[in-house]
């Protein structure tokens, strides 16, 4: 199934709220003919915007690549939360990896939001950042583990910007009674998604890189230097760097066997009176729920609710699709009952079996980074810095990602629909219990 058409029209962003509040970039040419350059990205998301990026402003020769438009997969369709840490605790990691690295690993997260805060500032783009994720829990069997993490993150790594929020407390912040306590992280925020990955396609233009859309990429040939073909042409590249993620298919089946696809779908509301929206997120923060299937929400500039949730069984979307993030929505804020949903779209993400990023050197000219498993507005800019620095010579701290064992999901790239079947069931049943 060809994730990149199966659920898109060719060369068309979604019919989200975010395309209908971007602003603009006029379409870029498709590669037609043959191209030399020092780096070819591939992908222009988060992770290939970023690595585009911040080679050119090293001096290097950069071709980005893109099948669709700029930003038209999860880069352009997600909730905008931009997280701290990993996509696992702290507590997790420290079993995987060990202390040591678990503890680099924080690090890398923090510098991956400031990684997007110093983006935003050096290059001036609009996406409405705003501080501060609340994580709200949905089970009180589960408190004293929320509380105990908030607890280590102060002690053991020295993060203060966390707090632990009593029910009581949260009640006040959330307008929904089906949360019974959680944290509230000033240190992460939340933006407009499209925006962002538009405001990085600017500087990239600035900077010098070439791009090219609707420029599918059907082969990498390696070597050195590595050959990159499209239907309309070809790139000749000392290295390449991919970042495709959700939608990569087939294209490197070692990346494929470790990242899955799956998708999500989100609602925006008609715009909401003052009132209502300081009602339902008083302090106008993002907010992520503590479902496996997670429930990920906060409210848009103009004081829509965009909701996002709904579990996938499959890589098509539903024609339902209102209806799928709109039953989570109603079970968290059933006063939204009567708003109108003015958008309703879906999107396609990378995960990976232990939600951990699988940044991997293909061959020696030839880096991927992707399976940012829902957390990757932040991590996915900083590893667009990464490759940038590995390309550069100076590999170590790429490494330290890339030493993050990720396995193969069982069967391969080859059972995924069946297999991404099984895991949602389970995962479904799993939140109800």
């Known amino acids: 199934m060809d994730l990149l058409t199966v659920n898109d029209r060719a060369g068309e962003y979604p019919a989200s709220y975010y395309t209908a509040s971007a602003q603009p970039l006029d379409k870029f040419p498709a590669l037609s003919g043959d191209e030399t350059c020092d780096v070819c990205v591939i992908g222009a998301g988060y992770t290939g915007l970023s690595t585009a990026l911040h080679l050119a402003e090293r001096g290097y020769d950069v071709i980005l690549l893109e099948a669709q438009r700029l930003g038209f997969g999860a880069s352009g369709r997600n909730g905008g939360q931009v997280g701290s840490g990993q996509r696992v605790e702290q507590d997790d990691l420290e079993k995987m990896v060990g202390k040591d690295h678990a503890h680099a690993l924080w690090d890398m997260g923090e510098e991956s939001k400031s990684t997007v805060r110093e983006l935003i500032t050096k290059h001036d783009i609009d996406c409405g950042y705003k501080p501060g994720v609340l994580h709200a829990e949905l089970k009180r069997k589960h408190l004293h583990h929320t509380q105990a993490y908030v607890e280590k993150l102060q002690t053991e790594y020295g993060y203060e910007q966390i707090e632990y929020m009593e029910e009581a407390t949260l009640r006040q912040a959330v307008g929904s009674e089906a949360y019974c ?54 790139v000749t590249a000392k290295f390449v760097a991919l970042g495709a993620n959700g939608y990569l298919g087939n294209l490197e089946p070692e990346v494929a066997a470790r990242v899955m696809p799956i998708n999500n779908f989100i609602v925006a509301t008609e715009p909401l009176d003052e009132d209502m929206a300081r009602n339902l997120i008083r302090d106008d923060v993002a907010i992520a729920d503590s479902k496996f299937v997670v429930n990920y929400f906060r409210l848009s500039e103009d004081n829509r609710m965009l909701f996002g949730g709904g579990e996938s069984y499959g890589y098509k979307f539903p024609k339902n699709l209102a209806e799928k993030a709109r039953k989570p929505m109603l079970e968290i804020y059933p006063q939204l009952a009567d708003a109108r949903i003015d958008f309703a779209w879906g999107g396609t993400l990378g995960i990976t079996m232990n ?79």
Request: charged letters at 20%; glycine letters at 12%; aromatic letters at 6%.
């Open 355 to 433: 939600r951990m990023p699988d940044f991997r050197r293909l061959t020696p000219n030839i880096l991927s980074a992707s399976g940012y498993s829902g957390h990757g507005v932040a991590m996915a800019a900083l590893a667009g810095k990464l490759m940038a620095e590995a390309i550069s010579g100076t590999a170590e701290r790429f490494d330290i990602m890339a030493n993050v064992p990720t396995s193969r999901f069982p069967g391969g790239a080859s059972v995924r629909t069946p297999l991404l079947i099984l895991a949602m069931l389970w995962f479904s049943l799993r939140d109800r219990m």
């Open 181 to 234: 306590g959680g944290s509230m992280d000033w240190g992460a925020g939340h933006l407009h998604p499209l925006n962002f990955a538009l405001g990085l396609a600017r500087a990239c233009v600035s900077a010098g890189v070439r791009i090219f859309e609707e420029t599918r990429v059907t082969s990498i040939k390696r070597g050195e230097p590595a050959e990159v073909s499209s239907e309309g042409g070809k």
